[in-house]
């Protein structure tokens, strides 16, 4: 079976630092790029960033550079999103997906089943 | 960035109804746009991709159509599981965006 496995739900204090993680299986983990996507609670969906796991080029939405960390490891076909030090407001829930090849225009055809984040001093 | 704009924000429809829901692109796109079904507590789920192709397992009440900068998403006879929220995103040119959101609600 095709799936991304997100790690679990973290509860975290004002700038502390966090990485959440999303391992796939069941597919070349290197042969598709992932995305992250926030959902702040009660909102829509943001797209965050992306990385091609095969040589870690990543791209990020403006509003997340510098912000977050986008990284991969392929050698055990994981994904990782990373802060630094995280604020209140990065509060949320964070989905990774496969990006679909160039048949589907790039659609997002596998998700994880979120981590939700919890910032809280 | 490329603005995408849904329209309604929100619909109360009844099961049995035919429902439209349009995205527009605030640039041109071509047809790299998706469409996504989300329920509370859970991952999105794929429904539409390249503007008018049913992902494999969504059954045929769903459809896409259009290009350029202009969508819809049309679910033919409402059913009690379909009522979620649905997102457009284009995938023409990062970074990738999603629309605002419609939520669809019982009438």
């Known amino acids: 079976e095709v799936q991304l496995v997100q790690s679990g739900a973290e509860v975290k204090k004002p700038g502390e630092s966090l990485k959440i993680s999303c391992k796939g299986s069941?597919?070349?983990?290197?042969?598709?790029?992932i995305v992250w996507v926030r959902q702040m609670p009660g909102k829509g969906l943001e797209w965050m960033g992306i990385?091609?796991?095969?040589?870690?080029?990543?791209r990020y939405s403006p509003s997340f550079q510098g912000q977050v960390t986008i990284s991969a490891d392929e050698s055990i076909n994981t994904a990782y999103l990373q802060w630094s030090s995280l604020k209140a407001s990065d509060i949320g829930m964070y989905y990774c997906?496969?990006?679909?090849?160039?048949?589907?225009?790039?659609?997002?055809?596998?998700w994880g089943q979120g981590t939700m984040v919890t910032v809280s001093s | 960035d490329i603005q995408m704009t849904q329209s309604p924000s929100s619909v109360s429809a009844s099961v049995g109804d035919r429902v439209t829901i349009t995205c527009r692109a605030s640039?041109?796109?071509?047809?790299?746009l998706a469409w996504y079904q989300e329920k509370p507590g859970k991952a999105p789920k794929l429904l539409i991709y390249?503007?008018?192709s049913l992902q494999s397992g969504v059954p045929s009440r769903f459809s896409g159509s259009g290009s350029g900068t202009d969508f819809t998403l049309t679910i033919s006879s409402l059913q009690p599981e379909d009522f979620a929220t649905y997102y457009c995103?284009?995938?023409?040119?990062?970074?990738?965006?999603f629309g605002q959101g419609t939520k669809l609600e019982i009438k």
């Open positions: 997906a496969r990006r679909s090849g160039g048949r589907t225009m790039y659609a997002f055809d596998i």
């Open positions: 069941g597919y070349s983990f290197t042969s598709y790029w």
């Open positions: 990385i091609n796991p095969s040589d870690s080029t990543t």
């Open positions: 640039q041109v796109i071509s047809t790299w």
């Open positions: 390249a503007a008018s």
């Open positions: 995103q284009q995938a023409n040119s990062f970074p990738y965006t």
